[in-house]
């Protein structure tokens, strides 16, 4: 079956640098869910997007914007990165927003030097 | 509004039996439970929407309590592949999807 797909798996960038992390969502997934995890720390929501509007926003810093594009793929920029921002982030998929099963990607590691 | 679990750990013989509990002081509209391996994504096990239903499948059932607003999972006869870090997402808001995950509860499985 197919499952969330994160690109890409690991990134290293310097301080003050941007980067992009995507996520392409399981096949007629309509909703794309972004969660930030340090280490020994459990996932953090930042946004989520249904039918490519924002639907909810979390602890996401202003530094940080994501989208979500007509084929329902979606991607987290995040600019003038800081050392906390090294961290796993997640994407997950569901059909449809609310009580729906959450199928997570296998995550991009982020590593800010 | 994070959602409290307990234990923080738990280690376990093969074949035995372990209960995990998330309470949260705020009324739940659902409660997602994950197994994540290190360095792994989070597992999805199951959800479980208010209304106090159980649900289960294989040796990995699970409980919601409306009234007292916890969720319990109970691993039966574990398996060294349960070994991981637990964790519930609980909804506070229904049309959401958005989880306020607890800080997780360590099961190890020992042969």
């Known amino acids: 079956a197919a499952g969330v797909i994160q690109s890409p798996r690991h990134l290293i960038k310097e301080k003050r640098e941007t980067a992009t992390l995507k996520c392409y969502p399981i096949?007629?997934?309509?909703?794309v869910y972004w969660y930030q995890q340090g280490p020994g720390q459990d996932p953090q929501f930042l946004i989520s997007f249904y039918e490519k509007m924002q639907s909810d926003k979390g602890s996401i810093p202003d530094r940080f914007s994501a989208q979500q594009f007509s084929d329902y793929h979606s991607e987290l920029n995040m600019s003038s990165l800081e050392l906390g921002d090294s961290a796993l982030y997640f994407c997950?998929?569901?059909?449809?927003?609310?009580?729906?099963?959450?199928?997570f990607g296998p995550g991009t590691r982020l590593t800010v030097t | 509004q994070q959602p409290v679990q307990s234990p923080q750990a738990v280690i376990l013989r093969e074949g035995e039996d372990a209960v995990i509990n998330c309470s949260s002081s705020?009324?739940?509209?659902?409660v997602h439970w994950y197994r994540q391996k290190h360095g792994e994504a989070p597992v999805f096990l199951m959800i479980?929407?208010?209304?106090?239903e159980q649900k289960g499948h294989d040796k990995i059932s699970a409980s919601f309590n409306e009234k007292k607003q916890q969720s319990s999972l109970y691993l039966t006869a574990s398996q060294l592949s349960y070994s991981g870090t637990y964790f519930c997402?609980?909804?506070?808001?229904?049309?959401?999807?958005?989880?306020?995950f607890g800080q997780g509860t360590t099961l190890q499985v020992k042969p």
């Open positions: 096949p007629r997934h309509d909703t």
């Open positions: 479980l929407l208010k209304g106090g």
């Open positions: 997402g609980t909804e506070y808001s229904s049309n959401t999807g958005k989880l306020i």
């Open positions: 997950a998929s569901s059909l449809g927003r609310g009580a729906y099963e959450q199928y």
């Open positions: 705020k009324a739940l509209y659902s």
